[in-house]
């Protein structure tokens, strides 16, 4: 147990909304929090307009693939922020769950994408000002 906060970005395919939200959690946050990014049913590769999305703001998730949920992931986390999951995101009673309604960018422009990415962006500083771990 590290005593920090544990956020968990949950979404179907862990391929866009949630590596955005789990990047600009760990830049923000530094070590602050405990980050994790999974999806019920992974895809093969992140979407590459989110990959471009996001190293146009200085933040590069190339090296990071989708990854699939498990239970200890959910146990372990104080947050879970769900994105666009709907019935196929399992629930874990007595967690906090925060459902953040947003565009799927898979298929979209980039400059969908990055209007994606800047909500994003909002929603995560806001939750970690709320759990007390923004950094200055």
């Not at 970005?9 to 939200?21: D, E, P, T, Y």
């Not at 459902?99 to 400059?111: F, V």
Request: with cysteine.
């Amino acid at each position: 147990m590290s005593g920090l906060p544990e956020i968990l970005f949950l979404c179907v395919h862990n391929a866009g909304r949630s590596q955005m939200a789990a990047a600009f959690a760990r830049d923000f946050g530094n070590d602050r929090v405990v980050i994790h990014s999974a999806g019920s049913a992974p895809g093969e590769a992140l979407n590459p307009a989110v990959v471009a999305a996001m190293n146009e703001v200085g933040i590069d998730i190339s090296g990071e693939g989708p990854k699939k949920l498990t239970d200890q992931m959910a146990l372990d986390a104080d947050v879970i922020v769900t994105m666009g999951c709907g019935d196929e995101c399992p629930y874990y009673p007595g967690k906090r769950y925060d459902d953040w309604e947003l565009t799927d960018p898979a298929g979209q422009s980039l400059e969908v994408v990055r209007a994606v990415r800047d909500d994003i962006k909002g929603r995560v500083k806001s939750l970690l000002g709320e759990l007390g771990v923004l950094a200055e």
